[in-house]
């Protein structure tokens, strides 16, 4: 991984880390805006200029990729790239919260 995508992806923003969270298994725009309203029971809505203009920054930098077009959404998937920025993300959080349980 190269120095800018670790200094763009890590830590990660909120909604990178949503998108790249719901794109393991192939999705369009709107269906990462649902998903992520689920699983957040509604406490985080991805806007869709963020939306699309985070897809489209994404795409470039090589962490999701466009596998398909179905009924004129664009579908994507996360990259090998994007997968390891995620776990790492995961790992770090997981730190924080273990950090959090611990008695100071």
Do not use: W
Not at 39 to 54: I, N, Q, W
Not at 83 to 102: N, V
Request: include cysteine; glycine fraction near 6%.
């Amino acid at each position: 991984m190269d120095q800018h995508i670790r200094k763009v992806y890590i830590p990660m923003t909120e909604t990178a880390f949503y998108i790249l969270f719901c794109l393991q298994k192939p999705n369009h725009g709107y269906g990462i805006v649902q998903t992520v309203e689920r699983l957040t029971e509604g406490r985080v809505r991805l806007a869709p200029g963020t939306m699309y203009g985070s897809l489209s920054k994404m795409e470039k930098d090589g962490v999701i990729e466009f596998i398909r077009e179905e009924d004129k959404r664009k579908i994507y998937v996360i990259t090998e790239l994007g997968d390891e920025i995620l776990k790492i993300e995961l790992e770090r959080i997981k730190r924080i919260y273990k950090i959090t349980q611990e008695e100071i």
